[in-house]
Each structure stands twice: as C-alpha cells, then as structure tokens.
C-alpha cells in the first residue's frame, strides 16, 4: 500500500483494497462497495437523467461494470474517479439513445421520480410546496444543460467532486472545467432568475 499516491485518503485505500478482493473474484467485497458507492451514482444518474426508475437500472449496469472490468482496474486514481466515469459513458450512451427515441412521458417520470406528488388527501405546507417547485425548476434547468455541463455541476454541487477529479472523470483539464462550470451556472442562473429574484 506504500505506493498509493499521497492524495489518497483512508477512504480510497479503503476502496481500492476492496477493489483488490473484486479482482480476486471476492463478491463480499463488491457488495460493500456497492453498498457503499450506490446512492451516489443513483443520485448522479437521476439528475443526468431526470428520473430514478432508469436512474436505478442503469446504476445497476454501472456496478456490472464494475465488476467485469476489475481485473483491468489499476489504483493510479481514486476508485471513485474510475466509478464516475463509467457513470459518466452509460448516462452519456442512454441520453443519445433518448435522443434518437425521444420519450413523452419523461416529464411526468421526473416528477413522480424524484418529486414524490403527494396524492389529493395529502395536505403540505405551503414552504413544502415551495421547495417542491423550485426543486422541479432546478431539475428542469439542469436538465436543459448540455451533456458535459450538466455532468459536471451534478459532480460538484451534489457530490463535492474536486475540478481535479472532474477533469479526470470528463477528460478536461482543470482550466477546462472551471470554463465548463462558468458556462453551466450562468445558464442555470438566467434559467432560474425569477426564483432567484424572489428569494
């Protein structure tokens, strides 16, 4: 474990001795990552894609992945690194093929997905209501983004990913993402200007 790169953290020797069982064909080992490792790449997916049933599926495929590539798999970077960027291909893959089939019922799936619509005997707050709708204008913003910005605000804002690994996960470098991001926040701040202005 000596020759791990200094940045490492307990955690990531953590996730790469795991990944050294995964290889040896050890399934504890790649339940705990997955365990582990699962709500953020859910959490990534939904918010690439606006919905959390495909998010989960293809969540499911990322781990796959995971598993028939651990034998290539080489610690030169943070597991997580490698993760998010097979997150990165298969939300990528499936926001082309949504684009060459484009499906009507996507609007009504981010709202039950993410937004849990409370039924008619439900009674929320009025803040409740609130948040529930700004979140829906915030998806709805991100999800106007551009592939590579949206990947890259979701990796910052949600997951607290450094440019670094950002640059890493897309294939950027660092002065790339900074421009990236500029891009992005000054779209989604003219998408959400009447929000901002209100709060």
């Not at 992945?65 to 990165?88: D, H």
């Not at 910005?149 to 979701?154: D, K, L, P, T, Y």
């Not at 950027?172 to 901002?196: G, H, I, M, N, Q």
Request: with cysteine.
């Amino acid at each position: 474990m000596s020759d791990y790169s200094p940045e490492f953290s307990a955690d990531d020797r953590q996730d790469i001795a795991l990944m050294q069982c995964v290889r040896q064909g050890d399934m504890k080992a790649f339940e705990q990552l997955v365990e582990k490792h699962q709500a953020k790449v859910i959490g990534t997916v939904a918010k690439m894609l606006g919905d959390v049933g495909d998010a989960e599926d293809i969540a499911q495929q990322v781990f796959v992945r995971v598993w028939n590539s651990s034998v290539r798999y080489e610690p030169s970077a943070r597991f997580t690194t490698w993760l998010f960027t097979i997150t990165r291909n298969l939300a990528f893959n499936e926001l082309r093929r949504r684009k060459r089939r484009p499906s009507t019922s996507q609007d009504c799936e981010m709202d039950e997905g993410i937004f849990q619509v409370p039924d008619s005997q439900t009674k929320l707050p009025s803040h409740y209501l609130v948040e529930e709708e700004t979140a829906a204008a915030i998806q709805k913003a991100i999800d106007a983004l551009p592939p590579m910005q949206r990947m890259a605000v979701i990796l910052r804002r949600y997951q607290d990913v450094s440019y670094e690994e950002i640059g890493k996960i897309l294939e950027l470098s660092v002065p790339a993402v900074k421009s990236v991001l500029f891009r992005a926040r000054t779209e989604l701040r003219e998408r959400l200007k009447d929000y901002l202005e209100g709060e």
